[in-house]
């Protein structure tokens, strides 16, 4: 039988497969599976089989590392996708695709979702947004300010909504029920404006605020347009 300890060591899988991507997608599956702390050049190392300096010969660091997670997303988002005639559907739908794509990997999206890529993808979802804007009549610096509003209203609330994901089922279930408890129950002397709307805050929570603030964005960027 052979001795264990004089064993040769196993054999590492040959660099050649290794690729960005593939590093990519070994680090969301890190993440999904173990949450995004899990998520170290050692583990990732691990998980492909190699010895983690093979991962660094392709991303200098983790801030590397993290803003190829980010143009992932969005290239994710943009699967398949093409503007529409009318800006507003093109906005609307592009993103609906973002949140869709951050709900998929709520850890990585809770993560790096207010990174800035720099990278191709997000390049490209930038001109469709900003070309979107301009169509519906906005023009310069209106239009780039529009514009990075509409990222921070998609990434960010899709980042909230992918940080509720990662949480414990009963503590989404517990923060659920204060709209039906605790509001319900503030006294109307003390807090009176929240007293007024206490009623409606438990089946306002139903709805889907995503689609409420995304409408009155575009209502918004209507109306600016309109002005100018």
């Known amino acids: 039988m052979t001795d264990p300890a004089s064993a040769p060591p196993r054999r590492r899988r040959s660099l050649g497969f290794?690729?960005?991507e593939r590093i990519v997608?070994?680090?969301?599956?890190i993440m999904e599976r173990d949450g995004a702390e899990s998520l170290t050049f050692r583990r990732l190392g691990a998980e492909l089989g190699v010895d983690h300096t093979a991962v660094l010969r392709h991303f200098g660091g983790k801030?590397?590392?993290?803003?190829a997670l980010t143009d992932r997303l969005l290239a994710e988002s943009l699967e398949?996708?093409?503007?529409?005639?009318?800006?507003?559907?093109?906005?609307?739908?592009l993103a609906r695709r973002v949140r869709r794509a951050c709900g998929a990997h709520p850890h990585a999206a809770a993560?790096?979702?207010?990174?800035?890529?720099?990278r191709d993808a997000e390049f490209a979802a930038a001109d469709?947004?900003?070309?979107?804007?301009?169509q519906a009549g906005l023009q310069g610096r209106e239009a780039a300010s529009y514009y990075r509003a509409l990222v921070d209203i998609a990434l960010g609330y899709s980042a909230f909504e992918a940080s509720r994901l990662t949480l414990?089922?009963?503590?989404?279930?517990?923060?659920?029920?204060?709209?039906?408890?605790?509001y319900l129950a503030l006294s109307p002397d003390r807090y009176p404006n929240i007293?007024?709307?206490a009623p409606h805050l438990p089946d306002v929570d139903s709805e889907d605020q995503f689609e409420v603030a995304l409408e009155l964005f575009l209502d918004a960027v209507e109306l600016r347009a309109a002005r100018a």
Do not use: C, K, N, Y
Request: proline share 7%.
């Open 63 to 67: 801030d590397d590392l993290m803003r």
């Open 111 to 118: 993560l790096v979702a207010a990174r800035t890529a720099r």
């Open 25 to 29: 997608d070994a680090a969301m599956t």
């Open 168 to 182: 414990p089922a009963d503590i989404v279930a517990g923060e659920r029920r204060a709209w039906s408890r605790e």
């Open 80 to 93: 398949g996708f093409a503007p529409s005639p009318d800006w507003r559907r093109t906005l609307t739908d």
């Open 128 to 134: 469709i947004v900003i070309g979107a804007l301009l």
């Open 18 to 20: 290794l690729t960005p």
């Open 195 to 197: 007293a007024a709307v």
